[in-house]
């Protein structure tokens, strides 16, 4: 009997009995593993195997089972030509080695072994539950499609299909992962995406080794380009329409079987900013709803901060008549500002992440209430003031309309340094830590794109879009760094108010 570690290198016999062994061997104790041995025609007998719950049953039996029994009652002649006459599936593939068969097995084929065979067939009979296609509940929009990904790859794929229906959508396949062996697609349409780009996405996968992936997450850690920085250098969407319209920008998908999630590169710190919904709607309201976004950006970094900083060196700033009322507020508060500060944002940031571990039903009632009675008793027992509580709310607030959660998680993270260099330096700290994010932000790439694009380096064909959403009509070229080999996306004469030639006045 053959050692499991060796399975690998292992060639196929005729005989049915070693065949039988060695795959037996192999799933020793494992009690999800159905086998069956049946006689066929001139005294040969098959081997059966599959793994339960992940073949649809009714399908191997009158698909697969029933044509061989029938053949055996026939006493035909057995070879693989005449399986394959008789077998009535779409999927019957040769294996000419145990790893390759075990790969089929794990993906829900039916792992079918005949005597004096010196291979193997896999027959795809897959068939487990899934979850059926559902919105998104983190990219919620009132405008635009309802479907999101869901965690079987095939189905995301036959959306993803659906959007594009052009044979130039490529799906590059890989397996990562040694005991996961992983399904991840790469996607890119041919003859939009940089050919270098699509290269460099293959090489940094091809280099994973890995023992599991699990999720997207696994990928996303694996081939960023600066895995210190707090901000995410990979968009991440559960939805086919923004994966789509990124792919005809010349940017690469990257799905992973097993999560809804679908990894976007290359992508800017512009891009987190930006909703599906924005392209929707009338693009005076989406570039109003954009600014608004870059204003409550600005506030939820530096709003406490900003407090913090006033309140602790520069007094003289604020009007007499509302720094008497401040100061009537705090005259019993036993802690400075910073340490206030502090205290709220840690407590606000606590109950918004048992919001959202809590069970949905309860989850946002725990968080508002947990808000509103801890605001009011902090401030009854004389620990934070009431300008200190609106502070912290209007800053939670400015943080919920970021529409890339990763993206306002960073955000959040970095509001505590620089609450520090305001309660140590005023707004000499205040300044400095927002330069230093800057500076990062500059030195920050996504697969080599630069990551403040269009803005450093400077495109002014691009800023348009960045800052304000333009009208569909007026998007007449993608990206110049990820679109080059296909730039122009529409020609000139698309606005509706222009008269095509040659029509009457």
């Known amino acids: ?228 920085s707090p901000f995410p250098q990979i968009q991440v969407t559960e939805r086919p329409d923004v994966v789509s319209a990124s792919l005809l920008e010349g940017k690469i998908g990257i799905m992973v079987d097993g999560t809804p999630f679908c990894l976007i590169a290359p992508t800017t710190f512009f891009a987190m900013l930006q909703s599906p919904e924005d392209y929707y709607q009338r693009y005076i309201i989406s570039s109003f709803i954009r600014w608004l976004r870059f204003l409550f950006l600005i506030i939820s970094l530096v709003l406490p901060s900003l407090y913090v900083a006033i309140l602790t060196f520069h007094q003289e700033m604020v009007p007499t008549s509302l720094l008497l009322s401040i100061a009537k507020s705090r005259e019993e508060i036993p802690f400075p500002a910073l340490i206030e500060a502090l205290l709220m944002e840690v407590s606000f940031e606590a109950l918004r992440e048992a919001g959202v571990r809590l069970p949905k039903q309860v989850g946002s009632a725990v968080s508002i209430v947990g808000a509103l009675v801890i605001g009011q008793a902090a401030t009854s027992a004389g620990l934070v003031s009431s300008p200190m509580v609106m502070v912290v709310a209007i800053t939670g607030i400015a943080s919920f309309l970021l529409p890339q959660y990763s993206a306002g998680i960073a955000i959040r993270l970095l509001r505590f340094p ?12 205040l300044m400095l830590g927002v330069i230093a994010i800057i500076i990062h932000l500059c030195s920050l790439r996504s697969l080599g794109v630069p990551y403040l694009q269009p803005l450093a380096p400077m495109k002014w064909s691009e800023m348009l879009d960045s800052f304000m959403v333009s009208p569909i009509w007026a998007n007449r070229k993608r990206p110049s760094l990820t679109g080059r080999k296909n730039k122009i996306r529409q020609p000139s004469n698309n606005r509706p108010d222009q008269e095509d030639e040659g029509a009457t006045p």
Request: hydrophobic residues 40%; negative net charge; aromatic residues 8%.
């Open 418 to 429: 620089i609450m520090f260099l305001s309660g140590m330096f005023g707004l000499l700290g």
């Open 1 to 228: 009997m053959a050692d499991v570690l060796d399975y690998r290198t292992m060639p196929f016999s005729t005989e049915l009995s070693e065949n039988v062994d060695i795959v037996q061997t192999i799933y020793n104790h494992s009690t999800d593993i159905k086998t069956r041995t049946f006689p066929l025609a001139g005294s040969r007998e098959a081997f059966m195997l599959f793994i339960d719950g992940m073949v649809n049953e009714s399908l191997l039996d009158v698909h697969v089972l029933a044509p061989l029994l029938q053949a055996r009652a026939d006493n035909t002649r057995i070879d693989f030509a005449y399986i394959c006459s008789i077998v009535s599936t779409s999927q019957l593939t040769v294996v000419t080695s145990f790893e390759e068969l075990l790969n089929h097995i794990a993906n829900g084929c039916v792992a079918l072994l005949v005597d004096q065979m010196p291979f193997g067939i896999a027959v795809g009979v897959a068939g487990w539950q899934q979850r059926g296609i559902e919105e998104p509940a983190a990219e919620s929009i009132i405008r635009g499609p309802r479907e999101g990904f869901t965690e079987t790859l095939s189905v995301n794929t036959s959306m993803l299909r659906r959007k594009i229906k052009d044979p130039s959508l490529k799906l590059d396949p890989f397996q990562v992962g040694r005991y996961t062996k992983t399904s991840v697609l790469v996607a890119h349409i041919d003859g939009i995406a940089n050919h270098a780009l699509v290269e460099e996405v293959h090489s940094r996968i091809k280099r994973i080794d890995i023992d599991g992936v699990l999720e997207s997450g696994y990928i996303e850690g694996l081939i960023e380009d600066h895995p210190y």
